[in-house]
Nanobody
Framework: VQLVESGGGLVQPGGSLTLSCAAS????????MSWYRQAPGKERELVAA?????????NYADSVKGRFTISRDNAKNTVFLQMRNLKPDDTGVYYC?????WGQGTQVTVSS
């Protein structure tokens, strides 16, 4: 099983980023997927989750509702996290989770 995140970087407040997580080694469409983040000195927290199959079931942390969108492309075994109107508090390492496994994380820094 492998989960590989990409798309992180440095962005100014109010900016946007889209993270991707490419999955392999399991039947991707059969499993819910989620994004977590960990800020310096803080515990890892759930940001967004999407159900298996067509991904019609989605859940978000209150802090990102209306700004982040999780989606999946089962044909590409990939889950996405679109992030808009980013704030400095969104800074952290973002991790993809699925099939009980974690990716290596991708750094997102929101700073002017």
């Amino acid at each position: 099983v492998q989960l590989v995140e990409s798309g992180g970087g440095l962005v100014q407040p109010g900016g946007s980023l889209t993270l991707s997580c490419a999955a392999s080694g399991f039947t991707f469409s059969h499993y819910a997927m989620s994004w977590y983040r960990q800020a310096p000195g803080k515990e890892r927290e759930l940001v967004a989750a999407i159900g298996s199959g067509d991904g019609s079931t989605k859940n978000y942390a209150d802090s990102v509702k209306g700004r982040f969108t999780i989606s999946r492309d089962n044909a590409k075994n990939t889950v996405f996290l679109q992030m808009r109107n980013l704030k400095p508090d969104d800074t952290g390492v973002y991790y993809c989770k699925g099939f009980g496994e974690w990716g290596q994380g991708t750094q997102v820094t929101v700073s002017s």
